[in-house]
């Protein structure tokens, strides 16, 4: 059981009490590095096994999760406004303080995208993209050229600030489209799309994020891909964590956790043929690949080293 003598869970929990006591956690000198440092703190790969935190820092973990989420939605309406005064908010995109991120992780998740499919898809949804959509923009800007992006959020002022973002460009004006619903409620729709990203922080606690990937697994089409952000290790404070089991209806492909200042890992699946999930052997749980095993890579794009472990998936789920 990994508890408060940790030091790097110290460290977390003394940063949550300073989070959690400021005012508002929209940017500032005081926002600014208070997160930097829980950042700094979580980035290096670790051994911790958040599953095993005792309940009093599980509870803690819950409640930062919440507090980086609105931070980062803050962070992203702040910057999406400032890119809206300019004529070409595209042109601009550098001054987002995390845009090399951006950059680095749609390059790994378009790397992912082609390993696993044949064709480019023609029609992508985003769900939780948010007043800035930097994924859908930079995906379709330099990776996926031809694709239409559909991006669902919740919260209509953050679809107001995205399109925006995009209006004045001739071509991603004609391919983004920005529709206000919660995903539970797109129900035949979601049939149209090869591929089907969801935000990390769509679903920030582990019972939400399931039901939403059980809805995501009635409605996709058969043989659709669904990617998710996921974190491992100490970034686990930061971000909600998605395991192979949670993936019912879908059969796990690969999970890839980036070990460079690229936070969330990424797990592709593809969503299992009705037949198959009806059959005794896919009792709708994330199923066997014909090699009985799927993919964890730890990957980082600056040193471009890889190092693949192949683990048999009745292992994992055991």
Excluded: W
């Amino acid at each position: 059981m990994v508890c408060e003598k940790d030091p790097l869970v110290q460290k977390v929990c003394e940063l949550y009490e300073q989070i959690s006591s400021l005012e508002s956690l929209k940017p500032c000198k005081d926002v600014n590095m208070l997160f930097t440092q829980l950042v700094v703190t979580c980035m290096p790969p670790s051994p911790i096994d958040v599953t095993k935190l005792c309940k009093s820092i599980q509870d803690i973990r819950c409640k930062l999760i919440r507090l980086c989420g609105e931070a980062e939605g803050h962070l992203e309406s702040h910057f999406s406004t400032i890119l809206g005064s300019y004529d070409n908010p595209l042109h601009h995109l550098n001054i987002f303080p995390y845009y090399s991120n951006y950059l680095k992780l749609s390059q790994l998740e378009f790397n992912i995208l082609t390993k696993h499919c044949s064709n480019l898809p023609t029609k992508v949804a985003f769900v939780g993209s948010g007043p800035l959509p930097l994924t859908s923009i930079v995906l379709a800007s330099f990776h996926l050229t031809t694709t239409s992006f559909h991006n669902y959020d919740i919260d209509p002022s953050a679809n107001s600030m995205a399109l925006q973002l995009v209006s004045s460009d001739p071509d991603l004006s004609q391919r983004m489209f920005f529709h206000t619903s919660d995903i539970m409620d797109i129900t035949n729709d979601l049939k149209d799309y090869d591929v089907v990203f969801l935000a990390a922080l769509v679903g920030m606690d582990k019972e939400t994020k399931v039901r939403i990937i059980d809805h995501l697994a009635e409605y996709m089409a058969p043989g659709a891909l669904l990617m998710l952000r996921s974190a491992h290790g100490a970034r686990a404070f930061l971000y909600p964590v998605v395991d192979p089991c949670d993936l019912r209806g879908f059969e796990v492909l690969s999970i890839f956790h980036p070990t460079d200042e690229v936070i969330n890992s990424v797990v592709i699946s593809r969503k299992i043929p009705i037949t198959k999930q009806c059959s005794v052997e896919y009792p709708l749980a994330p199923t066997k690949l014909p090699n009985k095993c799927f993919d964890i890579e730890m990957f980082n794009p600056l040193n471009h080293v890889n190092l693949l472990e192949e683990l048999d998936i009745e292992e994992q789920l055991s």
